[in-house]
């Protein structure tokens, strides 16, 4: 499959959303942080605007939750229109019925894991996730610097995807660059979050382009 790149609206301006969703029609889907001040330390948006987002936007919603209770809200995440939810391993009990529950709203179901959480004990889940979230940098922020001891995570977790045959997207978040994008595509991911890459670039149309081409190279 071809790279997906999705651009993280955390960069954009938070007074003109749609417009800066407009710079972004030419991207795979539109990744939305949604930070709750507990489960990181950082507030952004909720539902009301995610329902907002999903009736403007060019491209489809990918939601990424980084809050609290998991179970309690990521469904209505669905329900707002959001064509994929992920939520924090360590923010859920159940969570096989988790994605259970996303993937009867209609959306893609994803995983996330902070950087130091092992992805082994999604492994065997594989074939209930649309996608694996490895986080290439402690979630909260953008602009952080990409943390190269995640790549033998993200190795594990491409060999094991490829094993167990699911075709689970493999999508990384924090610190994606020109300088880092295609050393992370040889460790195996094919979906990739770039926030202050795309939307700190002097034309965002052509950064988006030329990501996918060093990933895709
Ligand atoms: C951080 C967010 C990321 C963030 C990435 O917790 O999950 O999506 O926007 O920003 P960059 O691409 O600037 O590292
Ligand atoms: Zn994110």
Same mark, same amino acid.
């Given at each position: /499959?071809?790279?997906? $790149?999705? &651009?993280? $609206?955390?960069?954009?301006?938070?007074?003109?959303?749609?417009?800066?969703? !407009?710079?972004?029609? @030419?991207?795979?889907?539109?990744?939305?942080?949604?930070?709750?001040?507990?489960?990181?330390?950082?507030? =952004?948006?909720?539902?009301?605007?995610?329902?907002?987002?999903?009736?403007?936007? &060019?491209?489809?919603?990918?939601?990424?939750?980084? $809050?609290?209770?998991?179970?309690?809200?990521?469904?209505?995440? +669905?329900?707002?229109?959001?064509? @994929?939810? #992920?939520?924090?391993?360590?923010? =859920?009990? !159940?969570?096989?019925?988790?994605?259970? *529950?996303?993937?009867?709203?209609?959306?893609?179901?994803?995983? +996330?894991?902070?950087?130091? @959480? &092992?992805?082994?004990?999604?492994?065997?889940?594989?074939? *209930?996730?649309? /996608?694996?979230?490895? /986080? #290439?940098?402690?979630?909260?922020?953008?602009?952080?610097?990409?943390?190269?001891? =995640?790549?033998?995570?993200?190795?594990?977790?491409?060999? %094991?995807?490829?094993?167990?045959? #699911?075709? =689970?997207?493999?999508?990384?978040?924090?610190?994606?660059?020109?300088?880092?994008?295609?050393?992370? %595509?040889?460790?195996?991911?094919?979906?990739?979050? %770039?926030? @202050?890459?795309?939307?700190?670039?002097?034309?965002? !149309?052509? *950064? $988006? %382009?030329?990501?996918?081409?060093?990933?895709?190279?």
């Amino acid at each position: /499959m071809p790279a997906l $790149i999705n &651009p993280s $609206i955390l960069s954009a301006d938070f007074a003109n959303l749609e417009r800066d969703l !407009a710079k972004i029609a @030419s991207a795979d889907f539109a990744h939305v942080d949604i930070m709750d001040n507990h489960f990181v330390p950082n507030l =952004t948006i909720g539902l009301p605007v995610v329902e907002r987002l999903a009736q403007v936007s &060019p491209v489809p919603l990918d939601v990424h939750l980084m $809050i609290d209770d998991a179970d309690r809200w990521a469904p209505a995440y +669905a329900e707002a229109g959001a064509a @994929s939810v #992920t939520f924090h391993a360590e923010a =859920t009990q !159940a969570p096989v019925r988790l994605a259970r *529950e996303l993937r009867a709203r209609g959306a893609r179901a994803g995983v +996330a894991l902070r950087p130091a @959480s &092992p992805v082994e004990p999604l492994l065997d889940l594989l074939d *209930e996730l649309d /996608m694996v979230l490895v /986080m #290439t940098v402690e979630p909260g922020f953008g602009g952080q610097s990409f943390i190269d001891g =995640t790549l033998p995570k993200i190795r594990r977790a491409r060999a %094991a995807i490829d094993a167990a045959g #699911t075709g =689970t997207w493999l999508q990384v978040d924090g610190g994606v660059s020109r300088d880092t994008i295609r050393l992370i %595509a040889d460790a195996g991911a094919n979906v990739f979050v %770039a926030g @202050s890459a795309v939307y700190g670039a002097p034309d965002v !149309a052509a *950064e $988006i %382009a030329a990501l996918r081409g060093l990933a895709d190279a």
